[in-house]
């Protein structure tokens, strides 16, 4: 019954900056993990960012200082801040709500953010 979906991807130039958004429904948001992870061509899915539903934050070390998960409970919507773009940041960004013993877990879409020149 649960359903994630991304947006807020396109294209921008290296320094830029975006911002990714994550609706949630049919699950109990505020008690749910979640995370943002990317994947580019030939490249594995990686962890980019997850915020527990205490707002405890994990970055990767190639987004650490640059970008911000964030949460609106009310909105059921997890956010990414992404600044200072770097063309190596490429990639399908996807939302993810961890299992929990009540719920599966559920991934969405996936939203593509190209950064180049």
């Known amino acids: 019954q649960g359903q994630l979906v991304e947006s807020g991807g396109g294209l921008v130039q290296p320094g830029g900056s975006l911002r990714l958004s994550c609706a949630a429904s049919?699950?109990?948001?505020?008690?749910?993990?979640m995370g943002w992870y990317r994947q580019a061509p030939g490249k594995q899915r990686d962890l980019v960012a997850r915020?527990?539903?205490?707002?405890?934050?994990t970055y990767a070390n190639s987004a650490e200082g640059r970008f911000t998960i964030s949460r609106d409970n009310a909105k059921s919507t997890v956010y990414l801040q992404m600044n200072s773009l770097k063309p190596e940041d490429t990639a399908v960004y996807f939302c993810?709500?961890?299992?929990?013993?009540?719920?599966?877990?559920?991934w969405g879409q996936g939203t593509q953010v190209t950064v180049s020149s």
């Open positions: 993810n709500a961890e299992r929990t013993w009540y719920d599966a877990e559920l």
């Open positions: 049919g699950i109990i948001f505020s008690r749910q993990i």
């Open positions: 915020i527990t539903s205490g707002g405890s934050t």
